[in-house]
C-alpha cells in the first residue's frame, strides 16, 4: 500500500509530494512519512479522499486539455 501512495502522490503533487498530500489529508507530514516507508497503513478514509481529489484533478485536466486543443485550433 506504501506503494500506491507514493504513486498517488507523485501523480497528484509532484516529487516534493509529501506536504502537499499531508495538507491535504490533514495529517503531518511525519505521518506521511510513516506510511510512505511502510510503518503505517494507509487508511481506508485517506484512500477515498485520495481517490476523490484523483477524480477532482481528473476532471480539472480534461477541461483543460479541451481549452488547450481550442486554443490550438486557428
Do not use: C, F, N
Not at 13 to 27: E, N
Not at 40 to 54: N, S, T, Y
Amino acid at each position: 500500500m506504501s506503494d500506491l501512495l507514493k504513486r498517488t502522490g507523485e501523480a497528484l503533487y509532484g516529487p516534493q509530494w509529501q506536504s502537499a498530500i499531508a495538507r491535504d489529508l490533514d495529517v503531518s507530514d511525519r505521518h506521511v512519512r510513516r506510511m510512505a516507508a511502510g510503518e503505517q497503513p494507509l487508511k481506508p478514509g485517506m484512500a477515498l479522499d485520495l481517490w476523490r481529489i484523483a477524480l477532482e484533478r481528473t476532471a480539472t485536466l480534461e477541461d483543460l486539455a479541451d481549452e488547450l486543443k481550442r486554443a490550438s485550433t486557428p
